[in-house]
């Protein structure tokens, strides 16, 4: 076990000193007026001290949730928590494409899905980009109540099947006991608008409370202008109490429309211009060059939860707790081909595809079309004709290229769909004893979990009508590529037993998975096949010491599993009698000390990420192989070793100033394939780092009560070099992101404005250039400085 110390670069301590400065001068003011005017400008304590646990776990801060802009997505606000990255492609998150996150060694992005994510405790699902919903689907920002990260071992009883590197669970809001209606406005750079109402009808016909919420927000993108963005989302919450049984009901829906960024894939394209990620904002008729309008890369979603959970006190020692959830997903990805695929041989007549008598289900396709007459021939290219499109992906070649054809030919171009649905309805039960057992205490709990679920998939082709004109498409698909289906059954059960002998608590876990996956190919174009999933018997455990009523030092020992995705039968390919569920073995110890105005936390880890599950590609493209269907393999093959310190704290400097500090360092490597063929095919070097996992990052936040209604923090966040290529050939250099907000209330101005509050927020203040998100051999531009406001009237 090792831990590799990383220096902070030249560049970054001197923004670091910049920022000091302008912290320190900030707080000699803030001093100066607290110690002359006496007022009492109190600023509430910052807390980031973990629960009392076996394991490492953060929980997010308000002032984590106030430095962030209502419109943006609720996966920005762990940002600042030890271990934790969340970068975003969109500056308002309107993006799930570019959207990436990390604990330690351990990522959600397009690539790999290796977090577990939990909503109220309620499984998302995944969070992969085909058919899965990270946390903003389920939440608005408004509506979060907060969110706990338990980094490495995570909870035995989280309902997760990603949690190889633990947990991340979002809380809604809790109903308030007394009526109020909430009105939220809010605006920002990039055509940034949001509009939010919440009613919340305190307590009625006894001990039950609800709230009710619908928002409305919309945004364009931050490079060129050209996005529609919007999102609609309406969300109900209900507890009910009956005697010792508590109801609570939860309903959310989701309807989102995101158009895309687009990943830089070499150093070059980010040193040439760090202001455009090579999309475009202009129809030019061409379709070589409209492949990369943005509003042809676009995410469509609807997401619609639901669950109904009781917990029952049955006495003082035996509580049950049981929960029902249903989920409904269902949307589409947005790409544009510069051709149309040839699915019928017209034998040099009219294209079927181009005059819409097409309509073909499966099959394989005989070739493309470029171009075509009048009549809808096809027209191959003048012979010996040399392209002169040098954009996108380095060029066109002749068939591409209009000065390449006779004249008055047609280019033609498709509009791709990806069509994906999910549904899945479970349900859990969890049972907690508290005995003392030989004089000792002693705490039982127990509960399983069983989940069914289906994911429909769906690609068709549709003509875009007239590429002379715009993106419009015909209604009509000429050609439905795929139509698959993948049924899959959950089951988990746990037990732990906790014993505490005097000051020190004893904690012993055993968990199990049961996971079957079905492909059904509704064409007829695949073998049906089965994937059984399920894990042996994993084991859990730590240790808790209660050094002092102030200092406490634990730790825990977790084997996590992640169960093998239906993505896998996706490739017909895959040897699915040897492919094998993902593994992770997490050891961490740790203390916790804490007093009435400070707190300190500091973790050691260390990870072995084993059966990493590698996709190998049947070939190579430049730019998108839009037509990939079933080619390429998965298999297992090598895994990854990651250790680690944690360590954070906080300071209430005095009572109108508090001080929040985090640092991470990591040491993430890749293990070898074992096959020399296969890891020079991937660029896997054993040893090299892993791609998107910065090696140090330091937070350092500051927050002051102005006045007794203003409040205002800045934070800085230093995020070290992260390797953008397996090979290790292209990093993205460190960067250090700083960002500001002002809160205000106006209840002690006028009786008029009682109730009203104003937050204004800037993100990345000093508006560096950077890298963002990591995935694919590729990476986003991180967002510019934004400045957004939101008004709060509550009546």
Known sequence: MKIKTNIIGAAAVRNYFAIGCTLLFAAGNIFAQDVNSGDETDIEEIVVLGKSRVFSNNEVTESMTLQQSPVTSVNAVIDNLPGVSVQEGDTYGFDDWSTTISVRGFQVSLDEQQIGTTIDGMPNGNSNYGGGAKA?????????????????????????????????NYSTDQPLEEKRVRAQVGAGEFDAQRFYVRYDTGLFAGDNRAWFSVSHQNAS????????????????????????????????????????????????????????????????GIP?????????????RENTFAYLKA??????????????????????????????????????????????????DGGAPFGRIYFVDGSGVRQDPIAGCVSTISFPYGGAGPESDPACHPAGSLAVQSYRHTHYAKERTGFSLDAEWSAELGGLENMLRGGVWSEDATRDEYRDWHKISDTRVGIAFDNVAYWTQYNRSYPQDTAKWYAED??????????????????????????????????????DVLISGGLLWEVTENLEVFGGYAENFKAISDLVLERPNSDLATIQPETAENLEFGARFHTERASLTATYYDTDFSNRIIFLSAET????????????????????????????????????IGLYMSYSSDDSSYLGTGDSLVDGALGIIPGNDVVGIPESQLVTSLDFALTENAHAGITAKYTGDRQIRIDNSWQADANT??????????????????????NFVVNNVFDEEYLGGIAGQGAWIGAPRTYSVSFNLDF
């Open 221 to 284: 993108d931050w490079v060129n202008g050209i996005a529609d963005n919007n999102r609609d989302h309406f969300a109900a919450k209900l507890i009910s109490e009956f005697g010792d049984v508590r109801m609570t009901g939860y309903l959310s829906y989701d309807d989102t429309h995101e158009d895309n960024y687009q990943r830089l894939f070499s150093p070059d394209e980010f040193s040439t211009n760090p202001e455009w990620d090579r999309l475009t904002d202009q129809w030019t």
């Open 737 to 758: 992101i700083t960002d500001f907000y002002l809160n205000m209330t106006a209840d002690s101005f006028d009786e008029m404005l009682q109730g009203l509050s104003i």
């Open 288 to 300: 070589y060059v409209d492949q990369v309008f943005r509003q042809g890369w676009s995410t469509l």
């Open 136 to 168: 903003n689907r389920y939440i608005d920002s408004a509506n979060l109540g907060g969110v706990e990260v338990s980094q490495g071992t995570a909870d035995i009883a989280s309902r997760s099947l990603e949690a190889l590197g633990g947990t991340i």
């Open 311 to 360: 917990d029952w006190d049955i006495s003082e020692s035996v509580t049950i707790s049981a929960a029902a959830y249903y989920h409904e997903n269902e949307g589409r990805g947005d790409w544009i081909p510069p051709y149309v695929v040839d699915v019928v041989d017209d034998a040099g007549g009219s294209e079927s595809e181009v005059s819409g008598n097409a309509g073909i």
């Open 621 to 656: 493209a430049s730019g998108p192989n839009y037509e990939i269907g079933t080619n390429g393999t998965y298999f297992n093959a090598g895994g990854i070793e990651s250790s680690g310190l944690e360590i954070s704290g906080t300071l209430q400097v005095m009572d109108s």
């Open 498 to 535: 906790s014993l505490r002998i005097g000051e020190l608590v004893v904690t012993l876990g055993l968990k199990q998975y049961f996971i079957d996956v079905e492909r059904q190919d509704l064409f007829g174009d695949s073998p049906g096949a089965t994937i059984n999933s399920d894990s």
